[in-house]
């Protein structure tokens, strides 16, 4: 009988992240990091430069696409099976709301204290209320705003109407330089939660093995 993502968890192996999700996630995170450092030069390419002009925007282009691509792999994943309850789990929204507050105590108080996380991760509810609604917004909202945005300016030609549309090629660029500031951002505040395990390298090991480490 074949063995199921939940069955191990069931068992006490603790199988938080399926293989497709820790290569989603890997795929994403490096694509991430080159648009950051690619678009930071195409921004100040006085102050910062790696390669040439012509290079750099096609590096960008590329990576992009590659990134949409890798998005949408994410949410077939997560629609077509039933990993879609690690972000909607069954939840009433008193408890939701109960749950929300503990969270907030334990990352503004009780992690410097030492104490241990209130949410209980399964494979069903890996995120707490607070990531939920983080991870939601980043990727149901701002991550497609932030294509749309940039495969707008890939090709201005095509997209004119779309750009007028919106207001113009300046509140398109706008609006994409800063999503990519909040992108900044949320990369850097993501890997200093990760390194709040019983290890600084305790999450980034679960993202390679797939397998939660026990408090």
């Known amino acids: 009988m074949q063995t199921t993502y939940a069955d191990h968890f069931r068992h006490g192996d603790n199988y938080i992240n399926p293989l497709p999700v820790r290569i989603w996630h890997w795929v994403n995170a490096l694509g991430f990091v080159l648009l950051i450092l690619t678009g930071f030069q195409l921004r100040y390419m006085d102050l910062f430069r790696l390669l040439s002009f012509e290079e750099t925007v096609k590096l960008h282009n590329w990576t992009g696409f590659v990134v949409i691509a890798n998005y949408f792999i994410w949410l077939s994943f997560y629609l077509f099976t039933d990993k879609i309850k690690v972000y909607h789990p069954e939840l009433d929204a008193k408890k939701f709301f109960s749950d929300s507050f503990r969270q907030i105590r334990f990352y503004s108080y009780g992690i410097f204290k030492g104490e241990s996380s209130p949410h209980r991760v399964s494979p069903y509810d890996k995120f707490n209320p607070m990531q939920m609604v983080a991870y939601q917004v980043m990727m149901l909202v701002v991550v497609p705003i932030q294509f749309t945005t940039g495969i707008m300016m890939w090709d201005v030609k095509r997209f004119g109407n779309w750009i007028e549309l919106m207001g113009g090629i300046r509140v398109v660029d706008t609006v994409h330089v800063l999503i990519f500031i909040l992108f ?11 390194a709040l395990g019983q290890k600084p390298s305790t999450h980034f090991k ?3 093995t797939g397998y939660e480490e026990k408090d």
């Open 206 to 208: 679960e993202m390679f």
């Open 184 to 194: 900044v951002f949320f990369i850097l505040v993501h890997a200093y939660m990760g």
